[in-house]
């Protein structure tokens, strides 16, 4: 079974500060991993995806994440935090495309002025 | 753009109550998942369909069950509803097959009450 370990629920970044959330997964296969985030009140979004093709991945609003094998993880960062950017974050692993995602607990980004 | 509607931001009911939450995506998609999001827990897949008429049991069916008798819709049920199903409701889908993507669109979600 797979399954995905985001590292703390809460982060706090100062705006202009690095944003660094950790995820690491379980997978018997190569995996599909996504991050994902959820501004107040809405639906998820996808930020990047990581589908076998380049480890170091870029994202929308300036979200990176490298994949990394021998460590199974897929850390997500932004080089300076801005206000927006508080919301909450999800790592996710699928086997397959086309396949059901495992969620991980998600961390909640609050970015202080 | 893609989207997947919900019929009820929130949604109050009582114990014991059938409750019937309604999804519907525009974009022809074969796939359609409900989870549910609870604090600190993330998402829980707790059914899904690959096609019309198809369901498949997720993590925590429990209580729950789907209908898909159309492709654009799929429903969730709560049988028999109780105050452990308070959550927010979450909608997906997504494109069938084996391409590159299998990136999920979500609804705004449901948040539901059960008092």
């Known amino acids: 079974a797979q399954s995905v370990t985001q590292l703390g629920s809460h982060v706090s970044v100062s705006e202009g500060a690095l944003v660094l959330l950790r995820c690491n997964y379980s997978?018997?296969?190569?995996?599909?991993l996504f991050w994902y985030v959820q501004y107040p009140n809405q639906g998820l979004q996808l930020l990047l995806k990581?589908?076998?093709?380049?480890?170091l991945v870029k994202g929308i609003n300036g979200f990176e994440a490298e994949f990394k094998k021998s460590e199974t993880s897929f850390h997500l960062t932004k080089p300076s935090a801005h206000m927006s950017d508080a919301a909450e974050y999800f790592c996710?692993?699928?086997?397959?495309?086309?396949?059901?995602?495992?969620f991980g607990g998600g961390t909640r980004v609050l970015v202080k002025p | 753009d893609v989207k997947v509607t919900q019929s009820s931001r929130y949604l109050v009911k009582r114990t014991g109550e059938k409750v019937f939450l309604e999804c519907v995506q525009d974009?022809?998609?074969?796939?359609m998942f409900w989870y549910r999001q609870d604090p600190g827990l993330g998402l829980r897949l707790i059914y899904f369909?690959?096609?019309?008429?198809?369901?498949e049991k997720g993590d925590i069916p429990e209580g729950y069950s789907v209908s898909r008798e159309k492709k654009e819709r799929f429903s969730l049920i709560l049988e028999s509803a109780s105050t452990n199903q308070t959550s927010m409701y979450l909608c997906?889908?997504?494109?069938?097959?084996?391409?590159?993507?299998?990136?999920?669109?979500f609804g705004p979600g449901t948040r539901l009450t059960v008092l």
């Open positions: 997906a889908s997504s494109f069938g097959g084996e391409g590159e993507s299998n990136e999920q669109f």
């Open positions: 997978s018997s296969v190569p995996p599909y």
């Open positions: 990581y589908t076998s093709a380049a480890t």
């Open positions: 996710a692993v699928s086997k397959a495309a086309g396949n059901k995602l495992t």
């Open positions: 974009m022809d998609h074969e796939n």
């Open positions: 369909s690959y096609d019309v008429k198809m369901k």
